[in-house]
């Protein structure tokens, strides 16, 4: 996942962690072709809010933490998802930190990877 969306070894953790999360909402064979989530939770998981590893996101400042002429959003990478909610975690690039956000637009074609990260450094 790291080399596809050309991202550095540092990010192995949210890798790991999304690559579980994925795995969880897909169906085994081993159990009947249900995935693991239905077993647990007694329903069937919804995909719809999953997105491509590494992508380039728009983070969204809200409106009382930018001033009249600020930029709406800020660019970040998805990195995974949150467990107890349903935010998302994601490299905000400026800041150079994880932030978690429900308030986001994600380019699925666009996997900028550390080229952008290490352009704001």
């Known amino acids: 996942m790291l080399h596809h969306a050309k991202l550095d070894k540092r990010f192995w ?3 790991a962690m999304t690559a579980i999360y994925v795995k969880n909402r897909l169906p085994s064979p081993k159990i009947e072709h ?3 989530f239905e077993i647990v939770y007694k329903c069937k998981p919804s995909v719809k809010h999953m997105r491509v590893f590494g992508c380039r996101t728009y ?6 933490k930018r001033l009249k002429w600020d930029p709406k959003a800020r660019t970040g990478l998805f990195l995974g998802y949150e467990e107890v909610s349903k935010a998302y975690r994601l490299y905000d690039i400026e800041a150079g930190q994880v932030v978690i956000s429900r308030d986001v637009n ?3 074609c666009r996997r900028p990877g550390l080229r952008i990260a290490r ?3």
């Open 59 to 64: 983070i969204l400042t809200p409106k009382e």
């Open 119 to 121: 352009h704001r450094q």
């Open 106 to 108: 994600f380019d699925e």
């Open 13 to 15: 953790a949210e890798a």
């Open 34 to 36: 249900k995935t693991p």
